[in-house]
Nanobody, 115 residues
Framework: QVQLVESGGGSVQAGGSLRLSCVLSGTNFRLDTMGWYHQVPGKAREMVAHILPGGGANYVDSVKGRFTISRDNTKNTVYLQINSLKPEDTGVYYC?????????WGQGTPVIVRS
């Protein structure tokens, strides 16, 4: 069974940094394009960054220059380094494969940015 487990979130002051991790077990994700998603209550998940199997990355405009996505295929892990945190970054962060959209989604990891 495929399982997604996110971690690394927390409560931080605006301007701070966090490093989120997502471990995918039950399959090898080396051929997957992996994404990080952001969700706030009452709204749909929004993908904020994704990384191709070869390492190329793309970001939504609101996070460019602040978020960095990376992956370690030997550990089936994808990371999201978040710098210069803003209050609007508050929410729950999830990861998933764009190719396969594994179910169920993980629990996510909450990020709270205090102004």
């Amino acid at each position: 069974q495929v399982q997604l487990v996110e971690s690394g979130g927390g409560s931080v002051q605006a301007g701070g940094s966090l490093r989120l991790s997502c471990v995918l077990s039950g399959t090898n994700f080396r051929l997957d394009t992996m994404g990080w998603y952001h969700q706030v209550p009452g709204k749909a998940r929004e993908m904020v960054a994704h990384i191709l199997p070869g390492g190329g990355a793309n970001y939504v405009d609101s996070v460019k220059g602040r978020f960095t996505i990376s992956r370690d295929n030997t550990k089936n892990t994808v990371y999201l380094q978040i710098n210069s945190l803003k209050p609007e970054d508050t929410g729950v962060y999830y990861c998933n494969s764009l190719n396969n959209q594994y179910r169920p989604w993980g629990q996510g990891t909450p990020v709270i940015v205090r102004s």
